[in-house]
Each structure stands twice: as structure tokens, then as C-alpha cells.
Nanobody, 121 residues
Framework: QVQLVESGGGLVQAGGSLRLSCTAS????????MAWFRQALGKEREFVAA????????LSADSVKGRFTISRDNAKNTVYLQMNSLKPEDTAVYAC??????????????WGQGTQVTVSS
């Protein structure tokens, strides 16, 4: 069993930056690929970025390429999402997930509760 807790969300102006963190409990964190998904009000859940268990492979959505960077520290059981050049359309609840390295939510077994990111124009 893996429990995930996100932090780092908040309110930021357009063009600003935030770094989200997701800390996992359990000894098997390094066995899983990790991902960030987001869901804006009234919209479907959307893939943002994912990273392999070793950190050697990453995936990212076209909408965030060049602006968001995913990384992980297995010694700290933590995955990060560095978000730069934020836009109002990035406003959403961001949740981390543990599972297989894909862009599909159904392949992730464990989910955090999410953290709100609001970008003002």
C-alpha cells in the first residue's frame, strides 16, 4: 500500500512559478512510476507528466512541455513538479499518482487527494 500526500499548491500570478511535491509512505515507492494529473473545474482529468521508477524516463503533455519539469528523489520518497511560466489555463487541482509509466489514469494504482493551483491573469 502506498499513501500519497501533495503539497506546494497555491495562488500565483501568470508568468510565475510553483513547485509541487508529493511524498509517499511505504517502502515500495521506488518500484512505481509516478505521475501528475490535473483536473480543472467542470473538465475531465488530464495527464500532465510522468517519470519512471529510476527517473531515467519521463513523459509530458504537449501543453506543459518546456514549462513543467517532473523529477523524483527516491531517498526521500518524493516526486516533484516544477511549474514555470504558469498560465491561467493551468488552474486546476493537481494530484500525484503511482503506477505504470503511461499517460492513462487507469494504469495508476494509488492517488493523492490533490492540491489546488490557481493562476491569476
Amino acid at each position: 500500500q502506498v499513501q500519497l500526500v501533495e503539497s506546494g499548491g497555491g495562488l500565483v500570478q501568470a508568468g510565475g512559478s510553483l513547485r509541487l511535491s508529493c511524498t509517499a509512505s511505504g517502502r515500495t515507492f521506488s518500484s512505481y512510476a509516478m505521475a501528475w494529473f490535473r483536473q480543472a473545474l467542470g473538465k475531465e482529468r488530464e495527464f500532465v507528466a510522468a517519470i519512471s521508477w529510476s527517473g531515467s524516463g519521463t513523459l509530458s503533455a504537449d501543453s506543459v512541455k518546456g514549462r513543467f519539469t517532473i523529477s523524483r528523489d527516491n531517498a526521500k520518497n518524493t516526486v516533484y513538479l516544477q511549474m514555470n511560466s504558469l498560465k491561467p489555463e493551468d488552474t486546476a487541482v493537481y494530484a500525484c499518482a503511482a503506477g505504470r509509466l503511461t499517460t492513462t489514469p487507469s494504469t495508476y494504482y494509488y492517488w493523492g487527494q490533490g492540491t489546488q493551483v490557481t493562476v491569476s491573469s
